[in-house]
């Protein structure tokens, strides 16, 4: 007795089909989830550049070291650097999510900007200045000190802490779906994979036995 194996052609063809498709969304799973992981890479960066910063001030205060004032306005400059990179890369990571993607993360980070804008104007800015005048002779240690304690740099934190921990949580958050996205493809294409090969191998023998 002969069997056709026209039948098994078309289960072989819809295999290669199905595995395929399951092999792209692997992929695109993977993708994302580089996407996430760039991003949360971007977050950090700029979150070290800003801490930074802030502690440029302090030492340009106490000591007056031009050197620091330099580096001062050009941690700010790559601070507005790292917030664009970030931005490009949430931009990337929600066209990746498409119908499921977050508009918080570019909010957030829309938010630091302005609030990096405000601290610049109204705290670094003003404190360098005061700083110069100091070593000018035009003010004492004990006013710039003063200064200092008025300008509330406690209250900066607090201000960029809330906007900030929601980023961090975010993008956290979309790094974990993403990975387990990826994973979870993963599985189903190996699934697949060994049950294709079953598959194929209990045809082979049913065929071997079929044939004459």
Known sequence: MIISKKPYWSLGSIF?????????????????????ADLVQAVYKF????MQNRLRVRNYLLAGDPREATELKDGGIQIY??????????????????????????????????????????FAEPLV?????????????????????????EKWKI?????????????????????????????VTWTLVIAGLFLFLLIGTIGARSSP
């Open 159 to 187: 201000r960029e802490a809330g906007p900030l921990a929601d980023l961090v949580s975010l993008v956290q958050a979309m790094n974990k779906r993403s990975r387990t996205s990826a994973e979870n493809a993963g599985i």
């Open 16 to 36: 290669i089909l199905v595995l395929g498709f399951a092999l792209w969304q692997e992929q695109s799973a993977k993708d994302t989830s580089n996407k996430a």
């Open 129 to 153: 200045q005061r700083r110069l005048k100091y070593d000018a002779g035009g003010s004492s240690a004990a006013e710039l000190s003063l200064a200092y304690m008025q300008a509330d740099p």
């Open 47 to 50: 979150d070290q550049a800003r």
């Open 81 to 122: 650097e790292l917030i664009n990179a970030a931005e490009q890369r949430t931009a990337e990571l929600e066209a990746a999510l498409g119908h499921e993607k977050n508009d918080l993360p570019r909010q957030s980070l829309e938010q630091l900007r302005d609030l990096e804008i405000t601290w610049t104007r109204e």
